[in-house]
């Protein structure tokens, strides 16, 4: 990421580098062997995927009015990337950065739900489509997408709230969510059959299983796994970075939207 570039890897070392990728994080590879790599933080005109070997993906600047369930913006942060399992859309979850508003810009003060708001956008077809594309109201950052099995449904995670939403993958309607999956979490997997989801607990060093067979009602819990044999942290650092990481507290954020991390990941800058 540092020297923006992507390298291809086998046994033998470097077999190819490809060069002036911007500032890649998530990468993805569509049936057809193209690969994808987003541009993580996005500048204030639009966000990136670029697809190597080809012309890249913009992701438009979002000039939505604000209200209650709704803030424009750039969507930046753009930490995961996945694809459906027919290889026809790629979900890409990130929140949006509302770089139009403000004093100075707007007239408008930046309020704790106008400032960034958690986004899923779609691509299919090599363009963003507005089918699926979902703003989560009071969540501050998606940070992975998962399709299930069939790809009838996609898990997005959001690591500020500590929660998972379900959206149907046809309509963005939402289909259920889990709460309380645990601190800072990073990723998901699912089972072979589909019906346990794996959460990255990365701040619990866990990795916690639910029960997904059943949406209708809230996924129990089945069991966790440490991910760490001892804690190389002492408390007070791991305590610290945890409250860093996490708007799910209501001493920390209103309504689950702003952690330190929303705008300064990885401890930097977000452009």
Not at 44 to 51: A, H, N
Not at 190 to 213: C, I, K, M
Request: with cysteine; glycine share 10%.
């Amino acid at each position: 990421q540092g020297s923006h570039a992507v390298v291809r890897v086998d046994e033998s070392g470097v077999v190819e580098r490809v060069e002036g990728v911007p500032d890649p994080r998530a990468l993805v590879l569509d049936p057809e062997g193209t690969l994808f790599a987003t541009r993580w933080r996005s500048p204030d005109e639009q966000g990136w995927i670029s697809r190597i070997g080809a012309e890249g993906i913009a992701l438009a600047l979002d000039t939505t009015p604000d209200s209650d369930t709704t803030s424009g913006g750039v969507p930046t942060q753009l930490d995961g990337l996945s694809m459906s399992p027919d290889g026809g859309s790629l979900y890409v979850p990130a929140h949006q950065a509302n770089v139009r508003r403000g004093e100075y810009l707007s007239g408008q003060p930046l309020t704790f739900e106008t400032t960034v708001r958690a986004v899923l956008r779609v691509v299919e077809d090599g363009l963003e489509t507005n089918r699926v594309a979902k703003l989560f109201d009071e969540k501050g950052h998606a940070n992975f997408a998962l399709p299930s099995l069939l790809g009838d449904l996609v898990y997005i995670l959001h690591p500020g709230t500590q929660t998972v939403s379900v959206l149907d993958a046809y309509s963005g309607v939402n289909a259920g969510s889990i709460l309380a999956v645990g601190h800072t979490p990073t990723a998901l997997g699912l089972s072979p059959n589909g019906q346990t989801l794996y959460v990255h607990a990365w701040l619990d060093r866990e990795v916690v299983a639910f029960d997904v067979s059943d949406l209708s009602s809230a996924p129990s819990r089945l069991f966790a796994v440490r991910t760490l044999e001892e804690e190389p942290l002492s408390s007070e650092v791991l305590s610290g970075k945890r409250v860093f990481h996490s708007s799910a507290d209501p001493r920390m954020a209103k309504s689950g939207y702003i952690s330190c991390a929303h705008c300064h990941p990885d401890g930097r800058d977000d452009g």
